[in-house]
């Protein structure tokens, strides 16, 4: 009876995890350390963008990159001023390490200075990411 107490609670446990990260992928958030955060043209390969800069890193075997790929540079050929760039975690492991990528996909917002005014874990959705951009906007509107 023990043993089935167990497994029923361990089933429970697992399905609220489940549950819970399905629910918090993809969401953007604020971390505070983030916006210590500046990436430059240099370390991304590419020119920043005039409004954002969309930062995916991915890896090879992980599906929802695909999505989130055609996603980001959809937004990025419709929004004018957004660039979209794929960054390989697996090719610039050290970068991922700095910027605390745990996760594929991982797409970072960044304003037109390189600062990093958003976050997503996991397949972001397409209002968040608009929302994101029109944060890197007032975040760009702000600095100097």
């Known amino acids: 009876m023990t043993g089935l107490v167990v497994c029923a609670a361990v089933l429970i446990l697992a399905s609220v995890v489940g549950v819970a990260r399905a629910v918090s992928g993809g969401r953007f958030r604020a971390r505070p350390r983030d916006s210590a955060v500046r990436l430059s043209a240099v370390e991304l390969g590419?020119?920043?963008?005039?409004?954002?800069?969309?930062?995916?890193?991915?890896?090879?075997?992980?599906?929802?990159c695909r999505v989130t790929r055609r996603l980001l540079a959809e937004i990025s050929g419709t929004v004018p001023g957004?660039?979209?760039?794929?960054?390989?975690?697996?090719?610039?492991?050290?970068?991922?390490?700095?910027?605390?990528?745990?996760?594929?996909?991982?797409?970072?917002?960044?304003?037109?200075?390189?600062?990093?005014?958003?976050?997503?874990?996991?397949?972001p959705r397409r209002a968040e990411v608009m929302a994101a951009i029109d944060k890197a906007t007032g975040a760009n509107a702000a600095s100097p």
């Open 46 to 64: 590419t020119e920043l963008g005039d409004r954002a800069t969309l930062v995916q890193f991915s890896t090879a075997f992980c599906g929802p």
């Open 82 to 123: 957004a660039t979209h760039v794929e960054i390989d975690a697996e090719d610039r492991l050290e970068l991922a390490k700095r910027l605390g990528i745990l996760r594929t996909p991982t797409v970072l917002v960044l304003d037109r200075a390189g600062r990093v005014v958003g976050r997503a874990s996991g397949q």
